[in-house]
């Protein structure tokens, strides 16, 4: 099963790449890595804003990174032309916005490798680091970047 017919059982659509909001690019391909810019959560369309530990528990962190992980998706069509060209995911850096208390960034993070994961089999798992960080640009909740290796 390709990975459009899994995200089409899923009931997941990509949306367009937006545009970068600073001097950056959403992606650079060098050789057979594509390095893929961090990416924040979102809901209705605006930043998903709030610190983990505060005003965020750690279900929805999760959803957020789920969330990322989608809009990363879409990143990796727009830089490919097809998701199948994904040889494999290689990392996560997942920052998350959080109190000094808070402790489960990596179970926060779990929302954006476990869609990976299931989406694209042995080759979605990946290495990974979560961080617990004092802001995120726009007050978003969560950030994300990803390496992947292309065919």
């Known amino acids: 099963m390709s990975v459009y017919d ?23 391909r060098t050789g057979d890595l594509l390095f893929v810019s961090g990416h924040i959560a979102k809901k209705d369309g605006q930043p998903w804003m709030g610190k983990l530990g505060a005003d965020l528990n750690t279900a929805q962190g999760k959803e957020a990174a789920r969330e990322i992980a989608i ?3 879409g990143t990796l069509h727009a830089a490919t032309g097809d998701l199948n060209q994904i040889a494999r995911i290689v990392k996560l850096l997942v ?7 808070f402790t489960e960034q990596h179970l926060v993070a779990n929302g954006a490798s476990e869609l990976l994961g299931e989406l694209f089999g042995e080759s979605g798992k990946h290495a990974r680091s979560a961080f617990g ?6 007050g978003a909740c969560v950030e994300i970047e990803l390496i992947a290796e292309l065919r």
């Open 71 to 73: 809009q990363l998706l």
């Open 6 to 28: 899994k995200l089409s059982a899923l009931g997941i659509s990509l949306a367009p790449v937006a545009p970068p909001a600073a001097a950056f690019l959403p992606f650079v």
């Open 133 to 138: 960080v004092a802001q995120i640009p726009l």
């Open 95 to 101: 920052l998350v916005n959080s109190t000094p208390t």
